[in-house]
């Protein structure tokens, strides 16, 4: 029999950047690692055109900024995000921190304990919720 889970983005933002397919692939990334630190390639998790959609959709939301928003502050927000992944009231990750220069930039995360843990003990449904979504999304099934 499957477990399930629910992974939910904690707190509100006006943008979204974190999709189901990131979360996804984030709980691939813990399942396959043997230990609870890894790191995503940062255009593997957020593949450039959709980096570069968001920055845009950040500059609009800004008004008046002076400058415009740079892939790099796309990728911190994203990190943001993802350190505010939560599953049983507890966060994902202990520690989600970028590392690199502009194209070959890596977020560096370490799974907590609990996430970890859940991942690695077998059959496992996994769901996303946020508050832009009513009803939380299936992301991911591992047998």
Do not use: W
Request: aromatic share 8%.
């Amino acid at each position: 029999m499957k477990k399930e889970c629910e992974i939910r983005l904690m707190g509100s933002d006006d943008i979204l950047a974190l999709s189901p397919e990131m979360v996804a692939l984030l709980v691939e990334r813990v399942r396959a690692s043997g230990t609870r630190a890894f790191s995503v390639p940062a255009e593997e998790l957020l593949p450039r055109g959709y980096a570069e959609y968001l920055a845009h959709v950040f500059e609009a939301n800004a008004g008046t900024r002076r400058r415009p928003v740079d892939i790099r502050e796309v990728y911190q927000k994203t990190g943001g995000q993802i350190k505010r992944l939560c599953v049983h009231e507890r966060k994902c990750f202990d520690r989600v921190s970028l590392r690199g220069r502009r194209y070959h930039t890596r977020f560096c995360l370490s799974a907590s304990r609990t996430l970890f843990l859940l991942v690695k003990e077998g059959a496992l449904c996994v769901t996303y919720a946020c508050g832009g979504i009513e009803e939380p999304r299936k992301v991911c099934v591992f047998p």
